[in-house]
């Protein structure tokens, strides 16, 4: 049985990726940030064998490192490093900003330098979910700062650890959703080309898969393309 790690899985896409992991036979860690959010405790009733609440604030550091000790006393190994947590902040000032860099582009290391030791016996991988935001040379978008420069940072942190950890073993997978209905600016928004639940099956089949090019770092979206960053 292979154990994953989850952040954001309180609701959206976090959510139903665990609920993807789970009906495949895996134990998940759910990384909870809103206790008072009650699909995860849904859930749990459904799973209570291999299903594990975790309190975790990603861009907290006391909060991450809590988060990993409490999974190391529950297991020895982490096979799957899942980062999904993400905000959209609503404002462009110095709270935006710090707010989006907190959790989009340092919350994913935090994370990563945190569990490292638990998954030095696993499968190694770790999944982080960008935005083509993030990729420099195409960026038209003219708003939306904050954002855009947090995920821009993300890819660029998973291409400096790539190439730190790919050497040891590590492999990696890099994903654009698309434009989901989810909640990363307070509320589900009524607008995008996916419902989560239709992002979250895609998302799996890729984080799961084992026959991806593994000594080149890719960026792949919903429907298969390939971008570059």
Known sequence: MEHVVITGADRGIGLALCENYLRNGYTVYAGQFMPQWPQ???????????????????????????????????????D???SCAGIFPKTEDAVGFNAAFQVNALGP?????AFLPLMQQGKKRLCTFSSETGVISLMQRVKDFPYCLSKAALNMEMHMLFQKLRPEGYTFRLFHPGWVKSYMSGQKSTVGDFEPEEAAPVAYRYFVSDDEIEDVLILRDIQGQYWPF
């Open 40 to 78: 995860l405790g849904e859930l749990l009733q459904q799973y209570p064998e291999r299903l594990r609440l975790i309190p975790l604030n990603v861009g907290e550091d006391a909060s991450v490192r809590e988060a990993a000790r409490q999974v190391g006393s529950l297991t020895r190994q982490v």
């Open 80 to 82: 799957y490093l899942i």
């Open 109 to 113: 290391l935090r994370m990563v330098e």
